[in-house]
């Protein structure tokens, strides 16, 4: 399907499935209290969405280091790198107290393929790898615009490889991913499906960026960027991770233009205050449409990249305990044996 079929769907230049209600939602008292806390301190400092990246990735590692001085404790942490295209690719395996190593979970962090990192993400994977006790790897996975796509795609398909040989047959593989991490997450599942391969079990998909940027109603009722992630925002993550060339042409970037038939269970988590609110709706429609298993999680009054903020907010913590229920249920033996 192209694109300007997508746009025209309902003949307005939106989808059936970008729901805003006509009440405009409102973050939770909790979620608005992050908020005011993150604009004081940003107060006098430049936008890192106008930024250059490298400095963008710096201010992202300064602002995350005080949301995860609380995040779980792991039994272990242990960084390697794997040397992938001449590139340096380091990831860390976060083991939880009392682990249950019968299932790996690789995490891609958000970021708009341009910034982001294990650090800026660690909060997430911790709080992750101590609900569902299975250990996380976290990949920091190649940025653009130094390696634009589908560098990045590269890196995970290798290191998924390499972990699968180092790891007991009978492993059960779970691919989870925030913003363009769940971008990544989908398109190597359907990477496999289409090579013949073996695809994840299961898939955790957090507030993902699954279509080029487009008039839906929560990118125009969140552009502005007052709930952290604007539109202008993620066009310039777009434009740089695709080499310069627009997202309409570059279709196979975008998992929903690669077919959605056959694929992992997956949990799909949509932040209502997002941009990308509506990608989430679409999706899950969409794999519904096909036959697919999906469940859709919206995570009211919260805006994109909440689950950083467990610090000062609830919502987290019951989210990371959703995505451990939601893997125990689609992993049971029963449950797989009805997906065979």
Known sequence: MAFNDLQSLNGEGVFPGDAMTSQQPQPTPEMQR?????????????????????DARRALIEERKWWIETAP??????????????????????????????TEIIYLHGGGWCVGAIETHDAIVRGLADATRHPVVALDYSLAPEHPYPAALHDLTQVLAALRQQRPEGTRWVLAGDSAGANMALLEAQRARDAGERMPDALLLLYGAYLPVRPTRSYEAYADGRYGMSKAAMARYEHHYLGGRDGASVTQAFPMFAGLRNLPPMLIGACELDVLFDDSLRLHQAVQDFGGRTELEIYRGAVHGFLTYGRMMEAPRHAFENMGAYLDRVLAPEAQELSA
């Open 34 to 54: 992050v908020l005011e806390l993150l604009a004081e301190r940003k107060k006098g400092l430049p936008s890192r969405y106008e930024i250059s990246f490298q």
């Open 73 to 102: 404790r792991m039994a272990s942490a242990e960084e390697t790198v794997m040397t992938i295209e001449g590139r340096a690719v380091r990831m860390r395996r976060n083991v939880p107290q009392n682990a249950r190593e019968d």
